[in-house]
């Protein structure tokens, strides 16, 4: 199918790539259908773009954590397996939305920080094409020099 989206343009999407949110993400909880898209690098892509087939306005940066140097072990109840339909661990993949923070001084978001959500990542069952987001992780977070 083909979809108008407000920063990507039309885009084809199969409909069997479409990656469901039961109860849609928070403040966007009537956002329950997304398309994932990457940059050019089909082999190792860096960026993705989760877009909302519910409404083309709505469109979110995300990484593999790994990319920033962060390995999750998120320990996930029988009601989060249940909504991801996971059967098996190695089917989840943890995403983090990240986002340009304009602060009083900075006006240009193109300027603006990067910085990632690592508190509330999102995790998506690669086999059922379900997700969720997991919000409020507490996080130890180990800096190692290698």
Not at 12 to 26: A, C, K, Q, R, S
Not at 113 to 141: F, H, W
């Amino acid at each position: 199918m083909l979809f108008n989206s407000s920063l990507l343009g039309e885009v084809e999407v199969d409909e069997n790539t479409i990656i469901t949110f039961e109860h849609g993400l928070p403040a966007f909880e009537n956002c329950t259908r997304f398309k994932l898209f990457h940059d050019a690098d089909r082999n190792n892509p860096r960026v993705y773009w989760l877009q909302s087939l519910d409404s083309p306005d709505v469109l979110f940066s995300v990484t593999d954590p790994s990319r920033l140097g962060i390995r999750y072990e998120v320990l996930l109840s029988d009601e989060e397996i249940a909504t991801l339909a996971l059967a098996r661990p190695e089917d989840a993949m943890v995403l983090l939305i990240v986002y340009r923070e304009l602060d009083s001084e900075e006006t240009n978001p193109l300027l603006a920080q990067l910085r990632a959500n690592v508190r509330s990542p999102l995790i998506i069952n690669l086999a059922t094409l379900r997700g969720m987001q997991k919000p409020n992780l507490e996080c130890d977070i180990v800096f190692r020099n290698t």
